[in-house]
T-cell receptor, first 117, second 110 residues
């Protein structure tokens, strides 16, 4: 049973380019979460998605960031016009399919390390 | 004030030592509590959930004090492989997002 998969593991972009980060949840999981970890800081929640729905995006920056989890395929975190401050590790997590009010364990992928030059 | 606060350390201990970490949280509505472990440049991995009655898993014991809003983790008989950053994590009822502390770094030396 494969775990949460993320690609690419490392991504280098120049300022102004776009970054696309992909996350495939654990088999059988339909809830996906994105977190960002800036250097020397803790993980910060960005967005929570279920298939074709954004449930909670309270942690997403208002501009340049978007996320989706289509019916088919991986979840995508998209950062437009990247700036140096976007350099961070972006972790995806997934959990099972119980009702939203039930806290299920979140399992994390290996992360994508984004470096903006 | 951060929602979850931890002493960043590092805690330097010899093999075989007992070490304890504390964590405080500010949101009294927090309902679920966890300790995660994060190795350098790796993803966080769940170490254990924390229950009101306290719980133990091998050499690891977790305690929750709701009145004082703090959580603790005790590691007995430390191993070299315990060297990592330990993340205190809380979750509030009805919200799926986890709130992480910045972590406490543990270094176990021979």
């Amino acid at each position: 049973n494969a775990g949460v998969m993320q690609n690419p593991r490392h991504l280098v972009r120049r300022r102004g380019q776009e970054a696309r980060l992909r996350c495939s949840p654990m088999k059988g999981h339909s809830h996906v979460y994105w977190y960002r970890q800036l250097p020397e800081e803790g993980l910060k929640f960005m967005v929570y998605l279920q298939k074709e729905n954004i449930i909670d995006e309270s942690g997403m920056p208002k501009e340049r960031f978007s996320a989706e989890f289509p019916k088919e395929g991986p979840s995508i975190l998209r950062i437009q016009q990247v700036v140096r401050g976007d350099s961070a590790a972006y972790f995806c997590a997934s959990s099972g399919s119980k009702a939203a009010a039930v806290q299920e364990t979140q399992y994390f992928g290996p992360g994508t390390r984004l470096l903006v030059l | 004030r951060k929602e979850v606060e931890q002493d960043p350390g590092p805690f330097n201990v010899p093999e075989g030592a007992t070490v304890a970490f504390n964590c405080t949280y500010s949101n009294s509505a927090s309902q679920s509590f966890f300790w995660y472990r994060q190795d350098c440049r790796k993803e966080p991995k769940l170490l254990m959930s924390v229950y009101s009655s306290g719980n133990e898993d091998g050499r690891f014991t977790a305690q929750l004090n709701r009145a004082s809003q703090y959580i603790s983790l005790l590691i007995r008989d430390s191993k070299l492989s315990d060297s990592a950053t330990y993340l205190c994590v809380v979750n509030n009822t009805g919200f799926q997002k986890l709130v992480f502390g910045t972590g406490t770094r543990l270094l176990v030396s021979p």
